[in-house]
């Protein structure tokens, strides 16, 4: 009875030994995925709002929307704003930009042209065009453009989508020489 009883323990223990081992693989894999997942993912979907402008003591209402897309190895971000004239007419915008990893963890570099080698590349702003980079810390995504001025002077734009219930606060300021001249706040709905 004794050997009978030990076999027994025996075998509960190899099982024992094989569960655990099998339950740490599951739990490292899962590990793994949430360390190795890509921090976009969180973001992409299509989002829509609306937000008050103040132009010439005016408030006006824009809609806004952003769609922010995967793209590996990075990914791509479109916005658009709108704006109803009193004609019944819309003035949009949209923009888009390209959004590739650099070495830094959680920034990435905007890719808007290629050069002559074919690599994707920013825009240079000693040309007058915007050099724009994102980064994401923690819920918020975040965009940055500076420009740089003829005679030298700058106007850098930062917007701050962060991740709520049901969708995105949108934080938008911009400052010209250091001068903060307009920020606006939005929530943008999550439509897909």
């Not at 009978?4 to 740490?24: E, M, N």
């Not at 922010?68 to 709108?82: H, Q």
């Not at 002559?116 to 590349?121: A, D, Q, S, Y």
């Amino acid at each position: 009875m004794r050997s009978r009883k030990r076999i027994a323990t025996s075998h509960q223990g190899q099982y024992l030994a094989r569960f655990l081992s099998i339950a740490v693989f599951v739990m490292a894999a899962a590990l793994a995925g949430q360390v190795n997942a890509d921090p976009i993912d969180r973001f992409v979907g299509v989002y829509s709002g609306a937000v008050e402008v103040e132009i010439d003591g005016k408030m006006i209402q824009r809609d806004a929307s952003v769609e922010i897309e995967a793209d590996s190895p990075g990914f791509i971000v479109n916005w658009t704003t709108a704006t109803r004239r009193s004609d019944g007419s819309i003035k949009e915008k949209s923009y888009t930009v390209v959004f590739r990893p650099s070495e830094r963890k959680g920034v990435f570099g905007a890719a808007m042209r290629k050069n002559v080698f074919g690599k994707e590349v920013p825009l240079d702003p000693m040309k007058g065009e915007p050099y724009v980079w994102s980064r994401i810390v923690g819920d918020t995504l975040s965009v940055f453009s500076i420009y740089v001025y003829d005679d030298g002077s700058y106007e850098i734009q930062q917007f701050d989508r962060t991740l709520v219930e049901g969708g995105l606060n949108l934080e938008f300021s911009s400052a010209k020489n250091g001068e903060v001249r307009r920020q606006l706040s939005a929530f943008l709905a999550r439509e897909s």
